[in-house]
C-alpha cells in the first residue's frame, strides 16, 4: 500500500523559506513521477512542481519558476525547497505519485498525502 506523508510546512513571513518533504513508502518509486500541488481556500487543487524519479528532469508551474526547487532523494523522499514566498503561496500542499507519469493535473494521480498547510504572512 503506497503512502505519502508530508511535513515542514507552517507559518513564515513573506520573503522567507521553506522546505517540505514527502516520504514515499509501500513500492519501488524508481519509475514513478512525483508532484506537488497546493489548495488555496475556495480555489481548485493546482499542479507547482514535478519530478520523473529515474532521470530527475523536472518542471514547474510558471508563478513559482526561479523560486521553487523540487528535488528527490533515494529511496523514497521527495523535498520542495520553497524560496522567496509570497503571501499568495499559502496553501495546503499535497504530494502526489503517479505509476507511469510526472502528474500535473489532479487526474494523472495515482496517490495522494494527507496534506501539509503553509501559510505566508505578509
Known amino acids: 500500500q503506497v503512502q505519502l506523508v508530508e511535513s515542514g510546512g507552517g507559518l513564515v513571513q513573506s520573503g522567507g523559506s521553506l522546505r517540505l518533504s514527502c516520504a514515499a513508502s509501500?513500492?519501488?518509486?524508481?519509475?514513478?513521477?512525483m508532484g506537488w500541488f497546493r489548495q488555496a481556500p475556495g480555489k481548485e487543487r493546482e499542479f507547482v512542481a514535478g519530478?520523473?524519479?529515474?532521470?530527475?528532469?523536472t518542471s514547474y508551474t510558471d508563478s513559482v519558476k526561479g523560486r521553487f526547487t523540487i528535488s528527490r532523494d533515494n529511496p523514497n523522499t521527495v523535498y520542495l525547497q520553497m524560496n522567496s514566498l509570497k503571501p499568495e503561496d499559502t496553501a495546503v500542499y499535497y504530494c502526489?505519485?503517479?505509476?507511469?507519469?510526472?502528474?500535473?493535473?489532479?487526474?494523472?494521480?495515482?496517490?495522494w498525502g494527507q496534506g501539509t498547510q503553509v501559510t505566508v504572512s505578509s
Open positions: 519530478i520523473r524519479w529515474s532521470v530527475g528532469s
Open positions: 509501500g513500492r519501488t518509486f524508481s519509475s514513478y513521477g
Open positions: 502526489a505519485a503517479s505509476r507511469y507519469r510526472v502528474p500535473t493535473m489532479t487526474d494523472e494521480t495515482d496517490y
